[in-house]
């Protein structure tokens, strides 16, 4: 069997099962003593070890094995949870997970499991000796898969005193009849109890069609150790592994087959056994993201096409197709939204993985941290969730380095000692919402606003006129940082400038709000999709160009006679503000006739991003409309404030106006 074809499908689940486990040990930290967090844990690694096992990679199962039984002495009472456990776990899971990603990148999934499964042995036996020479044991044990009978007679055996032991032998590999040499192992074991069971099955090794290793299920009141030994003197046996099973491993063994087992009860009746199956049949299925990519582009083609043949409709003005139009609009309304939904990813994706590295983060520091998450079924584009886990861990680290103050300050601020980091995500419109907010030190006004100056990012005279707002989003600009000393924490003085260069090129934007000694909350906007975008058309002397809706604050008519001049720039007063002109005419040095009144009424297209607002000058609006964003590919990747181009329904090709580059 070609087990390339399920790699894919292994990845994704061991990453599920990966997430699963950091979510619950986080959870266990807070509640050390609930058996069911412990129980879920090894549900996820005892799955997790059987498929590495299933797909041949030992290195993955035996190392998870490993973690596994000091889970299984976790759940039964015979270990109690610390830190020195937990830490150890953690850094098991931190292990697999670089095993798995070998393994993602076409590796074999091997790695130096050597010290942490010494730590993991040292935490079942402390009394055992670990020698210079250590070599960590391997994973011998075949998937156990039990039915309902099987279990039943184990849980007979345990009421009168018995042990349940999976034995795996390993036959020489000279060994010339090893269904003989098989057969003699099964006449030894059952000197100590009864087997339940066999694998190979019994059928297999009559015909010795089994490589050199048995493995079996041994009901006994003796011990591991004496079962072992007598086993071992059996000649051509190479190594025999004995392993003693919990009730609780078995039964979440014969839970793995519940819906084989049902088939083999005899007194559950058909009807029974069919719903059975329908509760475990999936209602979902795996979609490979390429494929939404390509139905994507294919629907943006259609909607260009949809344009057009709504121009020629209102032309033509043909009644017949006109109504036909309009009913294709309405599908084809209906088509995007379903496709836009098929295309969104809940942000608890990114998420997930932000409360281990915090809780990592927190420690290294000494600080206490609580982390707040909220939202997280908030739903994103999938290609916006790829790139907006390292803008939220910069802006996280940020918050725990800078932001929050040292356990003994906050008792001084007469604080918490546990400072609260939230990091919260909401739609508004068309947008998303992502906080990060702390309740640390604030930001210091005069502190930023002095190195400001200093670094000549702004002169003295602008910054008696910034607002609060202003101020802080000073942080923002490149190389930036307020920071006493570099940390590794927070970017070793790699200011928030990547943050803002990243959110604006998803076309969103990053704003700050902050009181001094209280904390401070980086709000991000970010667009729902990146492909198909609400825009408003404008012309500009002969050219059409489209600005996203999401930027707009205002249209309105504007005079030559309402312009005057600050400091050599040209600005408008709008509502109370003075905000500036950027005549498009000039920005993209559009031609122009010349026959045109200079007095002659124009547009101003009021922008905003942030807190800052700009008045983009244009000759007409022509409408809104719905627009498919098109690359302009890697010659034309450096133009000034056009973040792509789109065809209209007419052929004509308008470019899109990125506003963030034109505000000022």
């Known amino acids: 069997m070609d087990l390339n074809n399920y790699l894919e499908l292994f990845i994704e689940e061991s990453k599920e099962h990966l997430q699963t486990i950091n979510n619950e040990l986080l959870n266990l930290e807070t509640e050390p003593e ?21 797909m041949g990679f030992e290195d993955l199962a035996s190392l998870t094995h490993e973690m596994e039984n000091v889970l299984d002495m976790l759940r039964n009472s015979k270990l109690k949870i610390n830190s020195e456990i937990m830490d150890v ?89 090893k269904s003989v040499r098989a057969f003699i192992v099964f006449q030894t074991a059952e000197e100590f109890g009864e087997i339940i069971q066999s694998s190979p099955p019994v059928e297999q090794i009559e015909e ?40 609780q491993y078995l039964e979440d063994c014969a839970s793995n087959s519940s819906v084989d ?27 490979d993201i390429d494929k939404l990519d390509q139905l994507m582009n294919l629907f943006s083609e259609l909607i260009i096409d949809r344009g057009r043949m709504e121009q020629i409709s209102r032309e033509s003005q043909n009644t017949q197709l006109t109504e036909a139009v309009e009913h294709m609009t309405r599908i084809s309304t209906d088509l995007q939204g379903l496709i ?90 068309n947008n998303v919402f992502i906080e990060v907010s702390d309740d640390g030190k604030g930001i210091d006004r005069e502190k930023v606003l002095n190195k400001a100056i200093e670094r000549g990012v702004v002169s003295k005279e602008e910054a008696k006129n910034l607002s609060d707002q202003q101020v802080y989003s000073l942080i923002l600009s490149s190389g930036f940082s307020t920071a006493d000393k570099i940390s590794d924490i927070s970017g070793r003085g790699v200011g928030l400038d990547v943050v803002k260069t990243k959110i604006e090129s998803l076309g969103g934007s990053i704003s700050i709000n902050s009181t001094f000694g209280q904390g401070s ?52 007063q709008f509502r109370g503000q003075v905000v500036p002109l950027v005549f498009l005419k000039e920005v993209f040095q559009v031609p122009t006739d010349n026959s045109n009144n200079s007095n002659e009424d124009m547009f101003i297209v009021i922008v905003k991003k942030g807190n800052q607002s700009t008045a983009l000058v244009v000759d007409s609006v022509i409408g809104q409309q719905e627009i498919v964003l098109k690359s302009l590919g890697g010659y034309l990747n450096n133009l000034l404030a056009i ?10 090709v308008a470019l899109i106006i990125d506003p963030n580059q034109l505000i000022q």
Request: aromatic fraction near 4%.
């Open 643 to 652: 973040s792509g181009a789109t065809i209209l329904g007419n052929g004509e």
């Open 208 to 247: 010795e069609n089994f490589e050199h290793s048995i493995s079996l299920l041994l009901l006994s009141d003796r011990s591991m150790q004496e079962i072992q030994k007598q086993l071992l003197n059996i000649s051509e046996i190479k190594d025999v592994y004995v392993s003693e099973k919990t009730m």
């Open 34 to 54: 609930n058996l069911t967090i412990i129980n879920e844990i090894f549900r996820s690694a005892h799955t997790l070890k059987g498929m590495a096992g299933s």
């Open 340 to 429: 836009l939904n098929m295309r969104m990813v809940p942000v608890e994706q990114v998420f997930n993985r932000f409360p281990r590295m915090v809780r990592d983060i927190a420690k290294d520091l000494d600080k206490k941290v609580q982390l707040i998450v909220e939202g997280q079924d908030t739903e994103l584009d999938r290609t916006v969730i790829d790139e907006i886990g390292d803008p939220l861990v910069h802006l996280l680290r940020n918050a725990l380095d800078h932001g929050l103050e040292s356990t003994k300050e906050r008792i001084s601020a007469k604080k918490d000692e546990e400072g609260k980091v939230t990091l919260k995500a909401y739609h508004s419109g």
């Open 521 to 572: 909350t980086f709000s991000i906007q970010l667009p729902l999709t990146l492909s198909i975008i609400y825009s408003m058309l404008v012309k500009v002397a002969k050219e059409t160009y489209a600005i996203p809706f999401t930027s707009i604050v205002e249209i309105t008519k504007f005079s030559k006679k309402q312009e005057t001049t600050i400091h050599g720039e040209r600005v408008i």
């Open 89 to 177: 776990i953690f850094k098991c899971v931190d292990l697999i997970e670089k095993m798995v990603d070998i393994i993602e990148q076409g590796g074999d999934g091997k790695a130096d499991v050597k010290d942490v499964v010494m730590k993991l042995t040292l935490i079942q036996d402390p009394s055992e000796s670990i020698l210079d020479n250590y070599e960590p044991k391997v994973n011998n044990e075949a998937e156990l898969v039990l039915d309902e009978f099987q279990l039943s007679v184990i849980h007979e055996a345990k009421k009168t005193g018995n042990s349940v032991y999976q034995i795996k032998v390993t036959l020489d590999q000279k060994c010339v009849m």
């Open 261 to 287: 087992n049902l088939k083999n009860d005899k007194s559950i009746d058909q009807e029974e056994l069919n719903a059975s199956k329908k509760k475990q049949r999936s209602k979902t299925i795996r979609v």
